[in-house]
Every structure is written in C-alpha cells, then in structure tokens.
C-alpha cells in the first residue's frame, strides 16, 4: 500500500487575507492537501476530489500521522477515504491522472477551522470562526490550484456535500473545468436536510460542555456530538445495511444514557458510530459545514437569477450525474431535478443509476460499480 503524507498551502498572510463571502477575512490560513499521480506537461490531467461531510484531504493511500490535525488523526483516517477509487487502473486512474483532493477551509484535518490558532489572539478561534459558505470552501480550493499552475482541469468529482462543492466549482468557474461528476447530491438544500441538520446542531449546542463553542483545553461536547453524527448516520446507511453490519452482542450500558438499557445489537451500533465520531472530528467544524450546507444556494452564490440560466454558462462541459437508487440523504429525485436542470440549459448531461443495497454510503463502499462509468467519461 502506497504510503503518502499532507502537504500545507499557504491560503492567506497578513500581507494577503482571504477574503470570505461575508465580507470577513482571514490571515495566516492554511489547506491540507494530498495528491496523487503525476502532473502532465501540458498541466491538463488534473481531478480535484471534493470529500463529503465529515471526510478529509486523505482520500488514497496510507497516511498514519498528520500533526497539524492532532488527535483528530485516528486510526480511522489512516487508509485513504477513497482508496480504493484512486490509484493505477481505478476509476480514478494515477496512471493518467493527477488527483488533489484538498481538507476544507474550516476543517479540523490540518486546514485552518475552529480548532486553529487566531493569530490576532493566541487562542483557538472556537465561536469566533467566521461563517462559510460552499462558495467560499470552492473559492479557497481554486486558489490551491493556482498555486499548483493548474488553470483548467480535466475534471471535478464530488460526492454527498461534495457534490454540492463539484457544482459550485463548475458553474462559477466554467472555463476551468471540463468534465463534472456530481455522486450521489443534489441542486439544492431540501426541506428534509434541513430538518437533519437543524437536529444535529441543537444536539451541538445543547451539550452543556458546548460552552458556545468555547470548549478547548476543556471537556468536549461529546456527548452533543455524538448525538448529532446518529441523527446525520441514519440518513448514510440503508436500513437493511445497517442491521447487518449491527455486530450480535448487546452493549447493556453507555454513559451516554441514565435510565435506558440497550436491548439490540442496532442500538449498540448507532452509539458505537456516535462514540467513534468524536473521537476524530471537532464539533466547531461541524457546525460551520451543517451551516454552509444549510445555507447553500447555488444560483445566489454565482450570482444568477435562476438555475437554467446558471448552467448555459456551462454548455462546453460534459456531466455525469450518479443516483444511488437507496439513497435516503439525497434522493433519486435530487438528482432527476438537477439532470432536467442540465437538459433545459442545453449541457451535455448523463445520469447513471445505480441499484445498490447500501444506500448513501454506496460511493464509498463499491467502487465497482462506479469504475466503467468514470472510465468512460474520464478518458473517452
């Protein structure tokens, strides 16, 4: 297994803050990024990966130590969130391609988040993070491929929330990229995801170990956490996956509950997801991703007065749109409206259906599935 590390870009200096859609900026920040494969001469083979929700710049490939992560970097973020999407002869083939994949602005992976130091303070920024929106994580990201000299790339790939980055990129930015593949995402922010989000952040912020997001050097809102990524899991894993992957026995306590005993092995699993959440994520960052995502408007963020009109900025690129058929986070529907979205603009569009058993979490889970199709709109 390919052993690969996280590089650092430099975002912004105090000489050049990055400036946010709010009118906010930020000085000293910083990407955490991984690539993989080799940059053409001709500077044109270039994918950038967007991760889901709670992913990170570690997409292939082993990587056991990340130092500006800290103790977020556990034993589950040691193999490649995608690894086995990336590399020779994959879907994303490093025998042809050069892959970046970037932890967003506002992360707790090793880019500048909540977690970060505020140069103007000495202290973590905790609450004093400034609000993102999906614009500004895309925005943060073309400047790393600036710095990389990288003008047009051959394709954007996103998958969940990423999908919603992939979108941004290629509607705001149309000339700087070629082909699109949205996985398993949506056009927009629905009343149902809404309502998800809107749990988990109550979970959040009701932990009295919260403190308004001033907890580091303290307790850790765990317990809120925890909470929130079981609200946010069921929507990931179809039903039926989830009994299975269920261990049999029963843990009868957790300390996360008083009075209720535990009676079945998928009771025990949705806590054990909970419990191992916390162990790797910050729950500022959380915060600030379930936000842009709650916020996200596509059209408003490229400044467009609707969404057909949108997408004829993007008539020169090719879209393969992937539907997961189980999916209970963003629906089949979603990605119907946005194909139709497509078609009336006049883009080049395919939708792929996939028949899988185990729901959102089937673009992580089985590459083969997914692999002819990226071959064929990847190279041809």
């Known amino acids: 297994m390919n052993r690969v590390e996280s590089k650092q870009f430099v975002l912004s200096t105090e000489a050049k803050p990055f400036f946010l859609q709010s009118g906010e900026a930020l000085v000293s920040a910083e990407l955490a990024y991984e690539t993989y494969g080799q940059l053409n001469a001709a500077r044109d083979n270039a994918i950038l990966v967007f991760h889901a929700l709670s992913g990170s710049q570690h997409a292939a490939g082993l990587n056991t130590a990340v130092p500006s992560a800290g103790s977020h970097w556990t034993e589950e973020n040691h193999l490649g969130w995608w690894d086995e999407f990336i590399g020779p002869g994959r879907g994303l083939d490093t025998n042809q391609f050069f892959v970046i994949a970037a932890n967003y602005l506002g992360g707790c992976y090793g880019s500048t988040g909540p977690s970060s130091t505020d140069p103007r303070t000495g202290r973590p920024y905790g609450p004093r993070f400034p609000q993102l929106t ?110 299975e992957r269920a261990r049999d026995e029963v843990v009868r306590r957790d300390d996360l509950l008083a009075w209720y005993q535990i009676r079945s092995p998928l009771e025990s699993y949705m806590l054990h997801q909970g419990r191992k959440f916390v162990r790797r994520f910050d729950a500022n960052t959380y ?32 879209y393969l ?12 529907s979603e990605q119907s409206e946005l194909v139709e979205v497509l078609k009336k603009s006049g883009v080049n569009a395919t939708r792929i259906t996939l028949h899988s058993d185990k729901g959102h979490d089937s673009f992580l889970l089985e590459p083969h599935l997914y692999r002819p199709f990226l071959r064929a709109a990847l190279v041809g």
């Open 287 to 318: 915060l600030r991703i379930l936000d842009a995502w709650n916020r996200f408007d596509l059209a408003r963020e490229a400044v467009a007065t609707d969404l057909v009109g949108l997408f004829r900025r993007c008539r020169n690129q090719s």
């Open 321 to 332: 749109v992937f539907t997961i058929d189980s999916d209970a986070c963003f629906y089949p």
């Open 134 to 243: 999906i614009a500004d994580i895309v925005n943060s990201q073309m400047a790393l491929l600036d710095h990389l000299g990288i003008h047009r790339l051959h394709a954007t790939v996103g998958a969940s929330l990423g999908g919603l980055l992939s979108l941004s990129l290629a509607t705001r930015f149309p000339d700087r990229v070629q082909t699109v593949i949205p996985f398993a995402t949506g056009i927009r922010t629905t009343a149902l995801q809404r309502l998800h989000n809107i749990e988990q952040i109550v979970a959040i912020e009701s932990d009295p170990n919260f403190r308004g997001g001033d907890y580091y050097g303290r307790e850790t809102p765990d317990r809120g956490l925890a909470l929130a990524r079981m609200i946010g899991h069921k929507t990931f894993v179809s039903l039926g996956a989830m009994e």
